[in-house]
């Protein structure tokens, strides 16, 4: 249970900042927090979007979709589910690969490091960790 509480409180986190990067983009706040300037080069590139959604909306959905199930795995009637913990481990995977997709694009094509999106990155990882301690201490139970 604490893991799919930690899953929880990690999720809200990526929400927030994934509301931020997405206030930046749209011209709601002003500058980012960042230091280099990779953040906005990054933010700004034309790789900001996938399909024609922006990246940092992708970033508060999936990170939504993250809460709630995290949420459900806490509920009475789910706690000792397994299938909560194998659908949190494969909706955070997902995000896992998404997440390595555009540091490869940070890396190797924008050729700019944006510390907020690595902070993304290691977030949804550590969910993904949470989910499979979660799925594998409900296989032993």
Do not use: N
């Not at 509480?5 to 011209?27: D, E, R």
């Not at 995977?93 to 490869?104: H, I």
């Amino acid at each position: 249970m604490t893991r799919r509480m930690g899953a929880a409180a990690l999720s809200l986190a990526g929400i927030l900042l994934s509301a931020y990067l997405f206030l930046y983009k749209h011209g709601a706040i002003g500058t980012l927090a960042c230091g280099d300037g990779g953040c906005e080069t990054v933010q700004l590139s034309q790789y900001s979007a996938f399909l024609g959604v922006d990246v940092a909306l992708i970033g508060i959905l999936g990170y939504a979709v993250l809460l709630g199930v995290s949420l459900l795995g806490l509920q009475p009637g789910w706690q000792g589910r397994r299938s909560v913990g194998t659908l949190l481990a494969v909706l955070a995977g997902v995000g896992v690969g998404f997440a390595a997709y555009l540091t490869y694009l940070e890396l190797y094509v924008i050729h700019a490091i944006c510390r907020w999106c690595v902070a993304s990155a290691v977030i949804v990882t550590l969910i993904f960790v949470l989910a499979l301690l979660d799925r594998r201490r409900s296989v032993q139970l």
